[in-house]
């Protein structure tokens, strides 16, 4: 080789063993390990051979209730409606796009009742929606013919947080939702979501819980926080990934590449002229 171009092959040679040896770091720093995106993995074809019962919640103090009464006096169930909702009105899952609907009905006050007209104070804490409906149906009786009584809470929510796609407050119109139905709302995991440490907060009884899931288990299904209570919150912690595509080195480095690789074009070309 001419000694005039030994400069360029000692030049082009540097250049490729740093673009090489960033391009490696780039690669390694994003690497997620697939088995760990994988949820359930020691499901077998053998069913489980018992199934939690699915959760049905009670009214609680602060609860804001939806009741409508129907009968066949129209006119007299007006009355009885303060706060009804017209028949056009979509009830549907709240989204991360979605603002929440400002609700209107009846309050659960501090003494465990709702004030209704004529009936007046009715105790509902610590009832399912079912046992209250049926309660207030006994009560419209001699005032409604064959009454029929629906009672929804409308400030069933969840919340979900971390490495999710959409985090957000998230409305449950049916009131029950299972913590992949809340994961699956929320547009799922990212790939640098723990799916091994989901963290489940729960306020009842006038404490704060804390447990942790592992989504890789089959034993999920069998946890007490499978079935989400009002309120929940649910968060996915981050994994060492995230961390590391985060830092400022990796951020700069796609830049730090582009500019070494005009360098190196420049530096040949000039170096070839001479």
């Not at 028949?87 to 209704?116: E, H, M, R």
């Amino acid at each position: 080789m001419p000694k005039h171009y030994e400069p360029i092959r000692i030049v082009s040679g540097r250049l490729a063993s740093i673009l090489a040896l960033l391009a490696g770091m780039n690669s390694l720093s994003g690497c997620v390990n697939t088995k760990q995106l994988v949820y359930f993995q020691d499901l077998t074809n053998r069913p489980d051979s018992t199934l939690l019962k699915p959760y049905a919640s009670v009214i609680q103090p602060g609860d804001l209730l939806s009741i409508q009464v129907n009968s066949l006096n129209p006119e007299a169930t007006v009355f009885f409606n303060p706060y009804s909702v017209p028949a056009n009105t979509p009830t549907t899952l709240s989204t991360p796009t979605t603002p929440l609907p400002v609700a209107t009905g009846y309050s659960v006050a501090a003494d465990s009742t709702i004030s209704l007209p004529i009936i007046g104070r009715v105790p509902v804490v610590g009832q399912t929606n079912t046992q209250v409906a049926d309660r207030l149906r006994q009560k419209l009786k001699p005032y409604l013919k064959e009454p029929t009584v629906t009672v929804r809470n409308l400030n069933f929510r969840i919340t979900v947080l971390g490495e999710v796609n959409h985090p957000s407050l998230f409305n449950i119109p049916n009131e029950r939702i299972t913590l992949p139905e809340a994961l699956g709302l929320a547009g799922d995991l990212t790939v640098y979501g723990q799916r091994k440490n989901i963290l489940v907060i729960r306020e009842e009884n006038g404490q704060r819980n804390y447990t942790r899931l592992d989504l890789t288990k089959r034993d999920v299904f069998r946890s007490p926080y499978y079935y989400l209570h009002p309120n929940d919150v649910v968060y996915v912690e981050p994994g060492t990934s995230r961390a590391a595509a985060a830092d400022r080195f990796y951020q700069v480095m796609p830049i730090v590449l582009s500019t070494l690789s005009v360098i190196a074009v420049v530096v040949t070309n000039v170096l070839l002229r001479k």
